[in-house]
């Protein structure tokens, strides 16, 4: 009986090994994929973080990726209904298959968590939790062109 238990607990060991590993090379994979620009529309009616209420705006994300898991970025928001737009740097992160994005400080911004995601090399779309109780589709295209 001990030889069995023992048996058992060496594979589940490594089978977390691996797994853990399994994951460690996805994440490394999604933040070399996603390192570049992409943009899109979000048309959900919203009331974000910044006052703004309407049914559609644009988004630019930047991801310059830094190490094997993340790295800094650009954020740039265009509101279709007001025409007015919003900037901000960030800092993102790949961890078990969740971008999480931090803003500066000094804009008390909640970090945001993009998750339950796709991403392609032409093609980027999931779920963004912005701290709101609100999941917020998106769909992003690589923008190799986009003019900061």
Known sequence: MKKI???LAMITIAMTALTSCDQDAWDRQDARTLDGTWTGYIDVYYADRWGWTGDSY???????????YGGW?????????????????????????????????????????????RLYD??????????????????LYYDGNYNW
């Open 5 to 7: 238990f023992t048996f």
């Open 58 to 68: 644009r988004t630019t994300f930047r991801f310059v990726q830094e190490n094997a």
């Open 73 to 117: 970025g650009e954020e740039a928001d265009y509101n279709m209904s007001y025409g007015e737009s919003f900037y901000s740097e960030f800092m993102w992160e790949v961890v078990n298959s969740t971008i999480r994005i931090t803003y500066p400080s000094r804009l008390g911004l909640a970090p945001i968590l993009i998750y339950n995601y």
């Open 122 to 139: 032409d093609f980027f779309e999931g779920y963004i939790d912005d701290g709101t109780n609100k999941d917020i589709r998106f769909q």
